[in-house]
């Protein structure tokens, strides 16, 4: 019998390698059988994981879907190429990268961080919406941890829960809750009078379930205060980490939800795109990441009263973690998520 041929791909680290289309399909199903299991989620269909296999079988350089099927690009950190001005940088996504959205972002991106150079961030804004036609949203990383000692104001929650002082911790956390919630407001309201059409929570619940709070708090005020501007709001990871573990919003418990319980209450709070995301593991092959990525984000797909716009970037949605991912990578991932889940965005 002849032996398999075998087609060259990438692990999650960017890595090539070989792999034959029975080793490639092994992976497809081992992915989405451990991810249905853990986040109790049904498996991909036979139909889609043979479209799968030939996704990431395909000896192609670069895929992509097919003319009428693209989908939106929205971008953050949109501004930090090291390409003239920070508005030329911005406006090189627009005219070269083929982005939808733009962003204004602060390099070290956080809202804490934002207000110390507001006015000159409102500045860049104005300048962005004189000279660009997409769309441009403020964005920023909610970052909670930032208010923790020894950089912020309350106790480090992270070094209480070891030393067994579980209450401390919590109190430390709700009490950052209410000052992240304040200064997204503030930096929300100077975005808005600069002409921001929208505002980017990026890696929300990077620190845990009261970091996805403070967002859900935020942008209920911003639905209240501003209800023309638009919201997206993109997650730290498939999982919502239980570092508070008692907090909920909207009857819900914030601790240990997935893409399809992270939708519900981000549309509730009055977002207007979800992007879930999902890490990829940098020791198993892309096919198996893009399956298992596709397999937790296919019912919040299915179930979103939003748009979905995938985290599809360095490290995410079976993207290799690496600072330049491999084009013919990013392509198989992308193409897998449109094709399969019918994502309204990238």
């Known amino acids: 019998m002849a032996a398999e041929r075998k087609t060259r791909t990438r692990m999650g680290d960017g890595a090539l390698v070989e792999m034959t289309p029975s080793e ?31 996704i990431f079988g395909s000896e192609s350089r670069f895929t992509g879907v097919d003319i009428g099927r693209e989908v939106i690009l ?9 390409v003239g001005s920070p508005v030329d940088q911005i406006l090189l996504y627009q005219n070269h990268h ?10 070290d991106y956080s809202f804490r961080a934002a207000k110390t150079i507001l006015e000159f961030q409102a500045q860049e804004m104005r300048e962005v919406q004189q000279r660009a036609v997409a769309p441009c949203f403020y964005g920023s990383m ?9 950089d912020g104001p309350v106790p480090n929650w992270s070094e209480l829960m070891p030393l067994g002082k579980i209450e401390e911790a919590r109190r430390a956390q709700e009490e950052a809750i209410e000052m992240l919630v304040t200064d997204v407001l503030f930096v929300t309201e100077a975005m808005e009078d600069a002409g921001a059409d929208g505002i980017d929570f990026d890696t929300a619940g990077a620190a845990g379930d009261a970091d996805l709070l403070a967002t859900l708090r935020a942008v209920e005020k911003i639905r209240e205060r501003w209800p023309h501007l638009g919201v997206e709001v993109g997650m730290a990871s498939e999982m919502t980490l239980g570092m508070h573990g008692e907090l909920e919003y909207d009857g819900k418990r914030l601790a240990g939800m997935w893409p399809h319980q992270q939708v519900q209450v981000v549309a509730a709070a009055g977002a207007t795109v979800f992007g879930p995301a999902v890490n990829t593991n940098t020791t198993r092959s892309i096919a198996w990441n893009s399956s298992r990525a596709i397999t937790l984000m296919k019912r919040c797909c299915e179930e979103s009263p939003i748009p979905v716009h995938a985290n599809v970037g360095m490290g995410v949605g079976g993207v290799p973690m690496s600072p330049y991912p491999p084009v013919d990578a990013v392509s198989r991932a992308s193409k897998a998520l449109v094709e399969i889940l019918r994502l309204d965005g990238l």
């Not at 083929?98 to 390099?107: K, P, Q, S, T």
């Not at 909610?142 to 020894?150: E, F, H, K, N």
């Open 24 to 54: 490639i399909r092994a992976d497809v199903e081992a992915a989405t059988e451990a991810a249905a299991r853990r986040a109790k989620v049904d498996p991909l269909a036979a139909d889609e994981i043979d479209h799968l296999c030939d």
């Open 74 to 82: 929205s971008f953050d950190g949109s501004g930090n190429e090291d």
């Open 98 to 107: 083929g982005a939808d959205a733009l962003e204004v972002g602060w390099i």
């Open 142 to 150: 909610p970052d909670l941890g930032r208010y923790s000692r020894p």
